[in-house]
């Protein structure tokens, strides 16, 4: 028996057994990454977990817990140091590479002044050369001690789309206004541009097809109603590139109805009448065969639904709508079991663990070197560059291309996959950006279709390279409100050229969600099939160089992150609301997701840096000025010394808190104990109050249980919940 491509099974078994192997591997390789340890001529320096206070752009700050083992002393000298550095990520792998150590400060508790000198000439001459390799989700988590967003976004947009309920299993076609329709040259058919779904219309006559590459539908106005053809033109059938053919295509069972729009809308499917399931203990309530997180609270009758990462609330299904911020949910949202068939919409729950990690997650840029002399842009207009001015700023943009061109100054910058070009001319030639006008680019608002540019940046250049990266929101995602959203809200009209339909990035009609594992996924169940065909037909939409939620943009779905293929609308199907195993055998179970022997996730583990032709921009190593001392892994170390604020060393150990002191361990008495009305006497309370003030005089129990939490919270697989082990333990 042979598999497609004509590959034993066998092989195929091997072959997945490879891949798992080596995915676990990359996994558990990360999962004991600190402590980590530099060697040097008088001993080794062990370097705990970093404790970053502040992150700007690619420059991190922090402190951190180090222990100095000599080689004539086989106690460690415990002490903390203060750092800043440069960091390199790259999302696809989760890796962040600390390197060009500077260290501000070096404090040695654990030692007498006479030593204090040399062994900070020691361990700085050490940690300025050195790089430190760890996982990126780490370096997320243990943000929560970190200076975080202290204001959400303004002028962000939350009016409720359209918002349409069926119980009938269907598909939304959406037309971005009025539908347009073009010549298909060679042939007797007209393409409707303005749809991701593949629409044809017979010229001169008022008939319309829609087709999924499998299913096919006819009406007689674009507009529908639609009804099931069995057997499509023949010449209309040719017309369907080879390359959509693909026999692992995601098909369904039986024919969904089509529900047609010309506005933003959300449609909501259930499988059937809405079958309401009791979740937390009664408090509420959710539809279990839908594909949209959709709730009701029974103390107030209210119903929510969840929408690009937005929450709203209605008594009815009519409406009307109303915007909910995320932190003004009911309490009862953030009890929602992390495990339960909707455990993954405590993303969009302020206030959880799943969260805060969105929003931190949000924080960290998408790194890059980029050689000058491989990094090209061609920009086409249609006719000659026309230019509109962003109101309120000192930006004008054009608006007849499809690439992202700003005018500032009598000076021309272009974005493109995450890279700044430069030019003095609007059709160039264009050159890699060493600097940009970042205050003029700030300014530019939400309502832009421009906005996202405002999350890329330059951070420095040599004469071969250029130093560059983005954070999500290039990617419309945004922090607002401690969780995730997705789009401005904002409606920024298309561009048409031609034969071709350049859509602007929509917040609505995609169904898109967000889990704790991939990012952010277009989560339209039954549009899988019909969405892998939207870019056919010598026209349509264009595959548009501003991405979003994995490969797909606006229209044109080519990417794989529709993760329903069974023909079955439920809950534990949709890895954009699901718990961790079922999101996990959704992704695992799509055959699309199998090219490359790799997962396809969203938008988080995506580097676009490392797509496609983007590669070869990239420099295969980044130029140092010296030899650099890569730090090892130090696994038979536990990561649970930690640096105070004030340069004091602790230590977590069996669920308590201990201080380094006259190098040992001192146990420092839980928070609380002051007004603990256990004493028997105010003689014994005098004596516990002194007790606690020799071995806690300055301990801060709220910044350090934080810190812990933080350091737990990156130890777990993303979005899980459970205490950090205790199997090694510290010196």
């Given at each position: 028996?042979?598999?497609?491509?004509?590959?034993?099974?066998?092989?195929?078994?091997?072959?997945?057994?490879?891949?798992?192997?080596?995915?676990?591997?990359?996994?558990?390789?990360?999962?004991?990454?600190?402590p980590q340890e530099l060697s040097g001529d008088?001993?080794?320096?062990?370097?705990?977990?970093?404790?970053?206070?502040?992150?700007?752009?690619?420059?991190?700050?922090?402190?951190?817990?180090?222990?100095?083992?000599?080689?004539?002393?086989?106690?460690?000298?415990?002490?903390?140091?203060?750092?800043?550095?440069?960091?390199?990520?790259?999302?696809?792998?989760?890796?962040?590479?600390?390197?060009?150590?500077?260290?501000?400060?070096?404090?040695?508790?654990?030692?007498?002044?006479?030593?204090?000198?040399?062994?900070?000439?020691?361990?700085?001459?050490?940690?300025?050369?050195?790089?430190?390799?760890?996982?990126?989700?780490?370096?997320?988590?243990?943000?929560?001690?970190?200076?975080?967003?202290?204001?959400?976004?303004?002028?962000?947009?939350?009016?409720?789309?359209?918002?349409?309920?069926?119980?009938?299993?269907?598909?939304?076609?959406?037309?971005?206004?009025?539908?347009?329709?073009?010549?298909?040259?060679?042939?007797?058919?007209?393409?409707?541009?303005?749809?991701?779904?593949?629409?044809?219309?017979?010229?001169?006559?008022?008939?319309?097809?829609?087709?999924?590459?499998?299913?096919?539908?006819?009406?007689?106005?674009?507009?529908?109603?639609?009804?099931?053809?069995?057997?499509?033109?023949?010449?209309?059938?040719?017309?369907?590139?080879?390359?959509?053919?693909?026999?692992?295509?995601?098909?369904?069972?039986?024919?969904?109805?089509?529900?047609?729009?010309?506005?933003?809308?959300?449609?909501?499917?259930?499988?059937?009448?809405?079958?309401?399931?009791?979740?937390?203990?009664?408090?509420?309530?959710?539809?279990?065969?839908?594909?949209?997180?959709?709730?009701?609270?029974?103390?107030?009758?209210?119903?929510?639904?969840?929408?690009?990462?937005?929450?709203?609330?209605?008594?009815?299904?009519?409406?009307?709508?109303?915007?909910?911020?995320?932190?003004?949910?009911?309490?009862?949202?953030?009890?929602?079991?992390?495990?339960?068939?909707?455990?993954?919409?405590?993303?969009?729950?302020?206030?959880?663990?799943?969260?805060?990690?969105?929003?931190?997650?949000?924080?960290?840029?998408?790194?890059?070197?980029?050689?000058?002399?491989?990094?090209?842009?061609?920009?086409?207009?249609?006719?000659?560059?026309?230019?509109?001015?962003?109101?309120?700023?000192?930006?004008?943009?054009?608006?007849?291309?499809?690439?992202?061109?700003?005018?500032?100054?009598?000076?021309?910058?272009?974005?493109?996959?995450?890279?700044?070009?430069?030019?003095?001319?609007?059709?160039?030639?264009?050159?890699?950006?060493?600097?940009?006008?970042?205050?003029?680019?700030?300014?530019?608002?939400?309502?832009?279709?421009?906005?996202?540019?405002?999350?890329?940046?330059?951070?420095?250049?040599?004469?071969?390279?250029?130093?560059?990266?983005?954070?999500?929101?290039?990617?419309?995602?945004?922090?607002?409100?401690?969780?995730?959203?997705?789009?401005?809200?904002?409606?920024?009209?298309?561009?048409?050229?031609?034969?071709?339909?350049?859509?602007?990035?929509?917040?609505?009609?995609?169904?898109?969600?967000?889990?704790?594992?991939?990012?952010?996924?277009?989560?339209?169940?039954?549009?899988?099939?019909?969405?892998?065909?939207?870019?056919?037909?010598?026209?349509?939409?264009?595959?548009?160089?501003?991405?979003?939620?994995?490969?797909?943009?606006?229209?044109?779905?080519?990417?794989?992150?529709?993760?329903?293929?069974?023909?079955?609308?439920?809950i534990g199907n949709s890895v954009s609301i699901?718990?961790?195993?079922?999101?996990?055998?959704?992704?695992?179970?799509?055959?699309?997701?199998?090219?490359?022997?790799?997962?396809?996730?969203?938008?988080?583990?995506?580097?676009?840096?490392?797509?496609?032709?983007?590669?070869?921009?990239?420099?295969?190593?980044?130029?140092?000025?010296?030899?650099?001392?890569?730090?090892?892994?130090?696994?038979?170390?536990?990561?649970?010394?930690?640096?105070?604020?004030?340069?004091?060393?602790?230590?977590?150990?069996?669920?308590?808190?201990?201080?380094?002191?006259?190098?040992?361990?001192?146990?420092?008495?839980?928070?609380?104990?002051?007004?603990?009305?256990?004493?028997?006497?105010?003689?014994?309370?005098?004596?516990?109050?002194?007790?606690?003030?020799?071995?806690?005089?300055?301990?801060?129990?709220?910044?350090?249980?934080?810190?812990?939490?933080?350091?737990?919270?990156?130890?777990?697989?993303?979005?899980?919940?459970?205490?950090?082990?205790?199997?090694?333990?510290?010196?």
């Open positions: 028996m042979k598999l497609r491509l004509n590959v034993p099974i066998l092989t195929v078994i091997k072959t997945w057994f490879i891949i798992c192997f080596f995915l676990l591997f990359s996994l558990t390789s990360f999962a004991t990454d600190w008088r001993g080794t320096i062990v370097v705990y977990q970093p404790q970053p206070e502040k992150l700007k752009g690619n420059i991190l700050t922090g402190r951190a817990a180090m222990s100095l083992e000599l080689k004539d002393n086989p106690s460690p000298i415990f002490g903390v140091f203060w750092f800043s550095a440069k960091i390199a990520t790259d999302r696809s792998e989760n890796t962040v590479t600390i390197s060009q150590l500077k260290v501000t400060k070096v404090g040695w508790p654990d030692s007498k002044e006479s030593d204090e000198e040399q062994f900070s000439q020691f361990v700085e001459a050490q940690l300025v050369s050195s790089s430190f390799t760890a996982s990126l989700s780490k370096l997320t988590a243990s943000l929560t001690s970190a200076e975080q967003i202290k204001e959400s976004l303004a002028a962000i947009k939350n009016d409720p789309p359209i918002i349409q309920f069926t119980s009938t299993l269907s598909v939304l076609l959406s037309y971005d206004g009025d539908p347009v329709f073009r010549d298909i040259e060679k042939s007797s058919y007209q393409r409707a541009l303005n749809t991701p779904l593949a629409v044809v219309k017979k010229k001169n006559q008022e008939k319309f097809y829609l087709t999924s590459g499998h299913l096919w539908y006819q009406a007689s106005s674009a507009l529908g109603p639609w009804t099931i053809l069995a057997n499509p033109p023949a010449d209309l059938k040719a017309l369907i590139p080879k390359e959509d053919e693909i026999s692992d295509a995601p098909q369904v069972i039986s024919a969904p109805n089509i529900v047609t729009v010309t506005e933003p809308t959300e449609l909501v499917v259930s499988d059937g009448k809405a079958n309401w399931t009791s979740l937390v203990g009664g408090k509420l309530l959710y539809v279990e065969n839908t594909e949209t997180p959709w709730l009701r609270e029974l103390a107030s009758g209210e119903m929510y639904v969840l929408l690009s990462g937005r929450w709203f609330r209605s008594k009815s299904e009519q409406g009307p709508w109303i915007f909910v911020r995320a932190d003004k949910l009911p309490q009862s949202f953030k009890e929602i079991p992390p495990d339960s068939a909707i455990g993954g919409i405590r993303t969009s729950v302020a206030g959880t663990d799943e969260a805060e990690q969105a929003v931190l997650d949000a924080q960290i840029p998408q790194t890059a070197a980029i050689k000058r002399s491989e990094a090209k842009l061609t920009v086409n207009y249609d006719g000659e560059p026309i230019f509109e001015k962003i109101a309120e700023t000192q930006v004008e943009y054009a608006t007849n291309t499809s690439a992202q061109v700003l005018k500032i100054s009598e000076k021309y910058y272009a974005v493109d996959n995450g890279v700044w070009f430069v030019a003095s001319k609007p059709k160039g030639p264009w050159q890699v950006a060493d600097n940009i006008p970042q205050e003029a680019i700030a300014q530019i608002p939400p309502s832009s279709p421009m906005y996202n540019t405002t999350y890329v940046t330059v951070y420095d250049s040599t004469p071969e390279i250029v130093y560059v990266g983005y954070t999500p929101g290039y990617m419309w995602s945004y922090p607002y409100y401690g969780v995730p959203i997705y789009g401005t809200g904002w409606y920024y009209p298309p561009y048409y050229v031609g034969g071709w339909y350049y859509p602007r990035p929509p917040t609505w009609g995609l169904h898109v969600g967000y889990n704790p594992w991939t990012g952010w996924n277009v989560g339209v169940s039954w549009g899988s099939p019909f969405f892998r065909v939207g870019v056919v037909w010598s026209g349509g939409y264009h595959h548009h160089p501003r991405p979003c939620c994995g490969r797909y943009y606006g229209g044109g779905y080519r990417g794989n992150t529709n993760i329903n293929i069974n023909g079955n609308v439920n699901a718990n961790r195993a079922h999101a996990k055998k959704r992704i695992a179970e799509n055959p699309a997701n199998r090219a490359g022997g790799r997962i396809t996730q969203g938008h988080r583990a995506n580097n676009l840096y490392n797509q496609g032709v983007n590669k070869k921009r990239n420099a295969i190593k980044q130029p140092s000025t010296g030899k650099i001392n890569r730090a090892k892994v130090s696994p038979k170390r536990a990561n649970n010394v930690y640096a105070d604020k004030r340069g004091g060393v602790v230590r977590h150990e069996n669920g308590q808190w201990q201080n380094r002191s006259n190098k040992n361990w001192k146990t420092v008495p839980k928070q609380g104990t002051l007004n603990s009305p256990s004493f028997p006497n105010q003689q014994s309370r005098n004596q516990q109050i002194n007790s606690q003030k020799r071995n806690n005089r300055t301990f801060d129990h709220k910044t350090m249980n934080r810190e812990l939490h933080g350091r737990q919270m990156g130890n777990m697989s993303r979005g899980a919940r459970q205490p950090m082990g205790s199997a090694r333990r510290g010196r």
